[in-house]
T-cell receptor, first 115, second 114 residues
């Protein structure tokens, strides 16, 4: 089955710096790659996603890149702010019976942004 | 609040007791998912419904777990004869089930089995 590896497990940056989180997946059939942000005591919040027909997607300070050949995808956050501090999860899924919702998650990256 | 709603937020129970959680999805979302998350890990898929039909179950969903979505709206997840290993955050997510499906999660129910 699909396996998603996520690195690093913790990341500390200075406010204003960029942060990069990387994930690799094992199943070449995976074609949907969302990123979620989870704050303490809350559920995961979808922040950006990318599908396999696109190599890069950007939304304000957040961007995601996908390399299908190498089976890895990355989250880039620019101009980090203290409110970006949270645990970030990558995930992968394939279309199964019309659903993309059986997401395989990485173990998460705890991002700390120091003011 | 038009997001996914889960109740209760916290549940403490004794080993061997039964517990039931409720999830109210985003209005008009036809797909509803249950996930489980343990400390320091990412969420793990348990099961999902399209309307009232339960279409997929993970092998993580033992016989002690049962989920229902009787009218295709809210869903319940019941755990019978709880064990300490059941302690986790139980997350519900919903989606509109469109071609570009996106899952939106609730805040979860934190279960502690003593």
């Amino acid at each position: 089955g699909e396996n998603v590896e996520q690195h690093p497990s913790t990341l500390s940056v200075q406010e204003g710096d960029s942060a990069v989180i990387k994930c690799t997946y094992s199943d070449s059939a995976s074609n949907y790659f969302p990123w979620y942000k989870q704050e303490l005591g809350k559920g995961p919040q979808l922040i950006i996603d990318i599908r396999s027909n696109v190599g890069e997607k950007k939304d304000q300070r957040i961007a995601v890149t996908l390399n299908k050949t190498a089976k890895h995808f990355s989250l880039h956050i620019t101009e980090t702010q203290p409110e970006d501090s949270a645990v970030y999860f990558c995930a992968a899924s394939m279309n199964y019976g019309g659903s993309q919702g059986n997401l395989i998650f990485g173990k998460g990256t705890k991002l700390s942004v120091k003011p | 609040d038009t997001g996914v709603s889960q109740n209760p937020r916290h549940k403490i129970t004794k080993r061997g007791q039964n517990v039931t959680f409720r999830c109210d999805p985003i209005s008009e979302h036809n797909r509803l998912y249950w996930y489980r998350q343990t400390l320091g890990q990412g969420p793990e898929f348990l099961t999902y419904f399209q309307n009232e039909a339960q279409l997929e179950k993970s092998r993580l969903l033992s016989d002690r777990f049962s989920a229902e979505r009787p009218k295709g709206s809210f869903s319940t997840l019941e755990i019978q004869r709880t064990e300490q290993g059941d302690s986790a955050m139980y997350l519900c997510a919903s989606s509109a089930g469109t071609v570009n499906e996106k899952l939106f999660f609730g805040s979860g129910t934190q279960l502690s089995v003593l």
